[in-house]
């Protein structure tokens, strides 16, 4: 993407045809990674189906039930071949990635709950004591807590592979930390504060070996990179619509078939259904099965219009430009003294953003000093506390690009740095 085609595709965004101003200046978005703005086509998208078709989804014998039903089950079907899911069947809807891990953790606490078996007598669920669920320290909140409660409620130990003095962990770390009661591996895709790229293929192989589920968190690398969970081997996956140019109030998760099928609901109620007698209930497949209640179909429609936007533009064209946004902030960050960067120290093995503390200063001062200058960043310990503990800090300051990103927004961030450290008077000479 050159720059005529980065001011195209800025065009395509109210935000950013429009931004928001501080002190007669556009701010400059660089919270991506927290939520992403989106392109007009997916707010047209969504008030399209509610101005015009919007009807109560796989409810009903009507032709509008039906018209309604095809957009929603459309929308699957996009996101499924944006993911490489191999069916549409794999793909199911929750509220958000968090959501969506909670499924997959709660689901399997189901199934230990009962029989400790699966709902298709699957023994893949069976979890406890001297089983073992793995994890690794720099996990977002919502790809740990899930699995603390699972591990307290069925007896198995919660073990983590600790990160370096960058926050970072290897394969190496890895195959050190899986062992024959290794049940479950679950890890971030790219994580949020680091922005490590895992070794997806070659952990899955891993885990397959010594007969563990693995769980990716994949909320920051489907809204920057092309990603096939098929051939990545991957078990489940999760994410969410509104890093992804998507609306919020939708997230994915992505399973193989088998095991989804083997997956008890976590939630039940209306429209998951075969059979319900005053005793019991018998549920459908997937991915009805754990879609309880009314679904939000105008969301799952902004995300289907999302998934063809990102398609259009090709997530190899924009994993290209983002890639080399995120070199010049690295190499920014890197040549500021006093600016100490997380995770890998350089572009390699990073995907679209960055975090520093800088000596001297908290990084709600230095957020505060980047507010005031329109340049807009997440400061705080970014849902990953354990992580940041490891690094010995409580929080940083992180930068986050996209597609729409520009040379421009990033170094007004460098600058705005630099402009903190000479306001509270911590300039670092190095
Ligand atoms: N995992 C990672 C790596 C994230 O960055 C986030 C969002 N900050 C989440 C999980 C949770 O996403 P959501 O809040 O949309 O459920």
């Not at 991957?234 to 140019?245: E, T």
Request: proline share 5%.
């Amino acid at each position: 993407l050159n720059g005529a085609e980065v001011a195209e595709l800025r065009a395509a965004f109210p935000y950013f045809a429009t931004p928001p101003e501080v002190d007669g200046r556009a701010v400059a978005y660089l919270d991506a990674a927290a939520t992403s703005q989106r392109p007009a086509r997916v707010l047209d998208a969504e008030r399209s189906f509610l101005e015009h078709a919007n009807a109560a989804v796989h409810r009903g014998t009507s032709q509008a039930v039906g018209t309604a039903t095809e957009l929603f089950e459309g929308a699957r079907a996009a996101v499924a071949g944006f993911v490489g899911a191999a069916a549409p069947e794999q793909i199911v809807f929750a509220e958000n990635a968090t959501d969506a891990l909670n499924l997959v953790a709660l689901g399997i606490a189901e199934a230990n709950a009962g029989t400790g078996l699966g709902v298709d007598g699957s023994e893949r669920y069976a979890l406890g004591a001297g089983d073992e669920i793995l994890v690794t320290e720099a996990e977002h909140h919502a790809n740990l807590i899930p699995w603390q409660r699972l591990a307290k409620k069925t007896g198995a130990a919660l073990r983590y592979i600790p990160v370096d003095e960058h926050g970072l962990w290897s394969l190496d770390d890895a195959r050190a930390a899986m062992n024959s009661r290794t049940r479950i591996f679950a890890f971030a895709h790219v994580s949020n504060v680091t922005g490590y790229l895992a070794p997806v293929a070659e952990l899955t192989a891993l885990a397959r070996a010594v007969g563990a589920i693995t769980v990716l968190d994949a909320c920051q690398s489907v809204p920057h990179l092309p990603v096939d969970f098929g051939e990545l081997g991957i078990d489940f996956a999760a994410f969410s619509g509104h890093k992804m140019l998507g609306p919020n109030g939708i997230g994915v998760l992505y399973g193989r078939p088998e095991l989804l099928a083997a997956l008890p609901p976590a939630r039940t109620g209306g429209s998951i259904i075969t059979k319900v007698t005053m005793e019991d209930a018998e549920f459908l497949p997937p991915p009805m099965r754990f879609e309880a209640g009314t679904q939000p179909v105008s969301q799952v429609v902004g995300l289907g219009a999302a998934v063809a936007f990102s398609t259009e533009v090709g997530m190899e064209r924009a994993a290209a430009r983002e890639h080399e946004l995120v070199e010049r902030l690295v190499d920014g960050i890197l040549a500021a003294p006093g600016i100490r960067l997380l995770g890998p120290q350089g572009v390699d093995g990073r995907v679209a953003l960055a975090a520093v503390s800088v000596d001297g200063l908290h990084a709600h001062d230095v957020g505060q000093f980047l507010d005031q200058q329109g340049v807009l960043v997440r400061v705080g310990h970014h849902c990953a506390q354990p992580l940041h503990r490891a690094l010995g800090m409580a929080s940083s300051t992180r930068a986050s690009v996209h597609l729409t990103t520009t040379e421009e927004e990033v170094d007004r961030f460098l600058d705005a740095l630099r402009g903190a450290q000479r306001y509270f008077g911590v300039e670092a000479t190095r």
